[in-house]
């Protein structure tokens, strides 16, 4: 896998046959790791994609007014989704210091990425 870039930064195995992951780097407390993001660029395209879908069915309904509860069900229900169609995404923590992109962004509402 080619080393990502220091930082957070997201960083694609070039090579097909090899794992294929995008993986992601970030600069923990008190650690540097490579963590897991997407299985494939094919997840990470439709993890994209359903992210891109849910930001528009917000604007088109104005439910970013009122989310409240239903964003933490909005968060909940694009996780279990993605779960279901790129496992890797949402591998459990291994430890304090473990990161899962998707499942933490999506549910990081003070950053109001949904």
Known sequence: MTPAPQGNALALDPVPAATGRCSGRRRAKTS????????????????????????????????????????????????????????????????????RYWPEVFHDEAGGVL
């Not at 997840?43 to 604007?59: G, N």
């Not at 964003?71 to 790129?86: E, K, N, P, S, W």
């Open 32 to 99: 540097d790791t490579v963590t897991p993001v997407n299985a494939d660029v094919s997840t990470l395209a439709f993890t994209v994609w359903m992210h891109s879908r849910q930001r528009k069915l917000e604007e088109e309904y104005e439910l970013t007014r009122e989310m409240g509860e239903f964003y933490h069900q909005v968060a909940d229900t694009m996780v279990a989704v993605l779960a279901t169609a790129d496992p890797v995404a949402c591998l459990p923590a291994t430890g304090p210091d473990d990161y």
